[in-house]
């Protein structure tokens, strides 16, 4: 390999968001499984060959359903209800760099609100990975339909090498919801 | 990351193909493409962590047009051409083994008739890598239509992670059958 090639870490932008378990304010099984495969079978024991980099979409209306039964009284309310987001998107965030920190590995993570799907294709044409990671959580062609994948979305637009890590059957919660 | 994660290395499929280009038995652009993005992004120094696998799937009416201007006057005939086509392919798979073997990863190399997606998946299915790496043409929406591309089919249907690699545009060759 050419020395040059050495010098510049490979970077790997990793789409992570949460368990859609309410309340439940850490990874998506499909995010840590798309982590753990980078480190297990990417990065594996060269830490200094890699950077990798944590994006996390937050759906402005992704808490909508817990927002039903609050009572807004004051402009505070609002305002306490954006920061309650940014903690639990930091809180997501910092799994991911603290694990990172401890296998030596270089990162950056950051959130940015919107769709995800084109959120993602816009920071992969902004940042310029060499590899986008996007966790699935392997819907059959029927569930397909409704939910409309994200990764399937950025295999298609990203602008740069895009691998989809299924979560494995096995992990596959028993209620949907559970992801 | 784990000991027992480092002694076992991560394997990589590797599909590969000819240069359309009649009586060019070299590598196509788009499989070198993948193979040094593999070598560069992926493998780069930690040699020993990676294993790579050579699939090459030769389509057994491939070289119909050549063979209009052949005259067959004896078995013997069907014979040499058997032997052509599979000096073509040893020949290709030379360049991609002699190339891991001058920077240190170990590889395994085949070939298999049949057609290629199908081929492709079923090897996936059979040896279960932990990433098929596929070159693709990078061709338009309209060009898709009547190609109908193997990367495509590969990300659906391939049971492992598929990341596919884009030729750059200024690697298109002017005439597309050049490839």
Chains 1, 2 share one sequence.
């Not at 798309?34 to 060269?46: E, M, Y």
């Not at 808490?63 to 309310?77: L, R």
């Not at 979305?153 to 596959?172: G, M, W």
């Amino acid at each position: 390999m050419a020395t040059t090639s050495e010098a510049t870490p490979t970077r790997i932008l990793v789409a992570v968001n949460e368990s859609t378990i309410k309340g439940y304010p850490h990874p998506s099984i499909s995010s840590r499984g798309a982590f753990d495969w980078t480190l297990q079978k990417i990065v594996r024991s060269n830490a200094s060959g890699f950077k990798l980099l944590f994006l996390h979409v937050q759906v402005p209306d992704e808490d909508g359903f817990d927002d039903m039964d609050s009572i807004y009284a004051s402009p505070e309310d609002f305002k306490s209800m954006r920061q309650r987001d940014k903690a639990r998107g930091l809180h997501l965030l910092e799994y991911f760099v603290t694990r990172c920190h401890q296998i030596g590995v270089d990162c950056e993570a950051w959130i940015k609100k919107g769709d995800p799907k084109e959120v993602i294709c816009h920071e992969v044409k902004r940042i310029q990975p060499d590899l986008l990671v996007v966790g699935s959580r392997g819907l059959g062609p029927f569930q397909r339909v409704f939910v409309g994948t994200v990764s399937e979305f950025c295999v298609k637009h990203a602008e740069c090498p895009v691998v989809t890590i299924k979560r494995s059957p096995n992990e596959t919660p028993q209620d949907p919801v559970d992801d």
